[in-house]
């Protein structure tokens, strides 16, 4: 069965710093990846996506996330934290479930940023 | 660019009430899907439709029903609430169902308060 595994259930960086959220992925062929970003209160923003084009995918608000086939990993990376990236961040990925696609959700990595 | 609306945006009934939750997909998009997510939860897929048509269903309850209209706009209606049918009700639209990687837009969601 397909699912996806976050790591880590809280990140905290400084202003400024590199951000890091792990998600590892278990599927039986190249499946179809997505970040989204839930703010406190708020709905969920597609952050980006991955469907075997280039490993590396540039999304919006400067992350990006690379596909490592060999290391089942897709994580999200930013160079630089700023304050209103605050929020939840879910990795999810399309799987083939009871013969349809359905969206399958990390349990969630909270990003607090310090000032 | 125009995004999913979501009405009411919050609802606070009591238990044993129904309640009824509003979408309204993006233009031209012809899905629509239902989710629910508790506190401290990911989001669990309820139900979606497809070209006005139940196209799938996840873990939705019995006492939850939901359609989509000839405009696309669906409904998921909620009789008898229980305590634990409180949380944030996403729906989300995208076009053409059953393709993996196609993206799921959401909307802000609906928090339903059941007392």
């Known amino acids: 069965a397909q699912s996806v595994t976050q790591l880590d259930s809280h990140v905290s960086v400084s202003e400024g710093t590199p951000v890091l959220l792990r998600c590892n992925y278990s599927?039986?062929?190249?499946?179809?990846l997505f970040w989204y970003v839930q703010h406190p209160n708020k709905g969920l923003q597609l952050l980006l996506k991955?469907?075997?084009?280039?490993?590396l995918v540039k999304g919006i608000n400067g992350f990006e996330a690379e596909f490592k086939k060999s290391e089942t990993s897709f994580h999200l990376t930013k160079p630089s934290a700023h304050m209103s990236d605050a929020a939840e961040y879910f990795c999810?990925?399309?799987?083939?479930?009871?013969?349809?696609?359905?969206?399958?959700f990390g349990s969630g990595t909270r990003l607090l940023v310090r000032p | 660019a125009a995004g999913v609306i979501q009405s009411p945006r919050h609802l606070i009934k009591e238990k044993r009430e129904t309640a009824t939750l509003k979408c309204y997909p993006i233009?031209?998009?012809?899905?629509v899907y239902w989710y629910q997510q508790g506190p401290g939860q990911d989001p669990q897929f309820l139900i979606s439709?497809?070209?006005?048509?139940?196209?799938d269903k996840g873990s939705i309850p019995d006492r939850f029903s939901a359609q989509q209209f000839s405009d696309y706009h669906s409904e998921l209606n909620m009789s008898s609430l229980e305590l634990g049918d409180s949380a944030l009700y996403f729906c989300a639209s995208s076009t053409n169902t059953g393709r993996e990687g196609e993206t799921q837009y959401f909307g802000p969601g609906t928090r339903l308060l059941v007392l």
């Open positions: 439709f497809y070209e006005k048509m139940q196209s």
């Open positions: 233009p031209r998009h012809d899905t």
């Open positions: 991955y469907t075997s084009a280039a490993t």
């Open positions: 999810v990925v399309s799987a083939w479930m009871d013969s349809s696609y359905k969206l399958i």
């Open positions: 599927s039986s062929y190249s499946p179809s």
